[in-house]
């Protein structure tokens, strides 16, 4: 994972974003490893065009698919696409167009915090918005990170840290 | 270090984390089996601080996965 080089390269293009996921978890205080970014991106037009030529230098390929199968990750594809679990030369990034429990970006960016990260400030799911993802998402795994964060939230209201 | 931090609030962070309210979501994740003791070091970081630890911990969870992939690939 190459988080300030992937932050600085979305950044740099002006592609719209919220970090969320087991980054912004752990950006946010958690003390969970994760391995990937994940990101909910604009599906405007425009940001699309962006995303694409973001990333057009770090081999973008679908992960956990066969290395034959042709795949372009070009703003028709993001366009006909939403989410996309992607293996890069910055390491495995997922673009979600869509967050289960809040929706798409503009939702999203409402429930962010922003976070000064490497000297520049970034959109990052807030500790509210992390809980209702991982509810939504209802998945079993997703209990111990959403007590992790109650208490996190807890200890954050009562401190005012 | 997270410099925004007063030593007030420090001193009650580690109350709360040492000693949980009986009924609350601090309490009832200490219970779960969430070391609050973690979460306390992380907000002594600031984000870039954190960041950079995200960074290292994947490198290591990556170099864990790789050793043992190989190690079973060699039993």
Not at chain 1, 13 to 22: A, H, S
Not at chain 1, 127 to 142: H, P, T, V, W, Y
Request: charged share 30%.
């Amino acid at each position: 994972m190459k988080l300030e080089e992937t932050l600085r390269v979305l950044y740099d293009e002006r592609v719209e974003f919220v970090l969320i996921g087991g980054a912004a978890m752990q950006l946010q205080g958690s003390a969970r490893l994760t391995e990937d970014l994940d990101f909910c991106y604009a599906r405007s037009r425009k940001n699309i065009d962006r995303l694409a030529r973001a990333l057009k230098g770090y081999r973008p390929r679908l992960r956990n698919a066969p290395e034959d199968l042709p795949f372009r990750f070009d703003a028709e594809t993001i366009q006909r696409g939403l989410n996309f679990t992607l293996l890069t030369d910055l390491g495995a990034l997922d673009f979600l167009g869509e967050v289960s429990g809040l929706g798409g970006y503009e939702a999203v960016k409402a429930a962010a915090d922003k976070m000064p990260i490497y000297g520049i400030e970034h959109l990052v799911l807030s500790i509210s918005g992390l809980i209702k993802a991982k509810q939504a998402a209802g998945r079993e795994k997703d209990m111990d990170a959403i007590k992790e964060l109650r208490g996190l939230l807890d200890l954050r209201k009562k401190t005012g840290i | 270090m997270n410099r925004n931090m007063t030593r007030e609030q420090r001193k009650l962070a580690y109350e709360l984390i040492t000693n949980p309210p009986h009924g609350s979501k601090l309490a009832e994740a200490k219970e779960w089996g969430v070391d609050l003791t973690l979460l306390f070091e992380n907000l002594k970081l600031t984000p870039t601080e954190r960041a950079l630890k995200l960074e290292q911990g994947a490198r290591a969870l990556h170099e864990l996965r790789t050793a043992g992939v190989k190690h079973r690939a060699n039993s």
